[in-house]
């Protein structure tokens, strides 16, 4: 069974750093194009950061661009968010989510959805 399972969430000054994991179980990661989606409350759900099957070519929200790194480890079926400079702006719940089509990622159409981690942002 094809599972992805988020953590690194939690709570953080603004300014502060926190590193998003994203695991991959029950399929082979080198295979998918990952994303980072967020939904904050009382908003709609968006792209945050994308990344194809070989790490060659990236996608950022223009909210996070220069801020936010995406990474993928395929030996260890896992994919990095690197959150930097964090904003209040940026407290939402994070998913991770796969798909074997890139833009069918980036279009914020994914087959497949992790369950998500908390990320705040606050003084």
């Known amino acids: 069974q094809l599972q992805l399972v988020e953590s690194g969430g939690g709570w953080v000054q603004p300014g502060g750093s926190l590193r998003l994991s994203c695991a991959a179980s029950?399929?082979?990661?080198?295979?998918?194009?990952i994303g980072w989606f967020r939904q904050a409350p009382g908003k709609e759900r968006e792209g945050v950061a994308c990344?194809?099957?070989?790490?060659?070519?990236?996608y950022y929200a223009d909210s996070v661009k220069g801020r936010f790194t995406i990474s993928r480890d395929n030996a260890k079926n896992t994919v990095y968010l690197q959150m930097n400079s964090l904003k209040p702006e940026d407290t939402a719940v994070y998913y991770c989510?796969?798909?074997?089509?890139?833009?069918?990622?980036?279009?914020?159409?994914?087959?497949?959805w992790g369950q998500g981690t908390q990320v705040t942002v606050s003084s």
């Open positions: 989510a796969a798909d074997r089509g890139y833009r069918e990622l980036v279009a914020g159409l994914p087959a497949y």
């Open positions: 990344i194809n099957s070989s790490g060659g070519e990236t």
């Open positions: 029950g399929f082979i990661l080198d295979y998918y194009a």
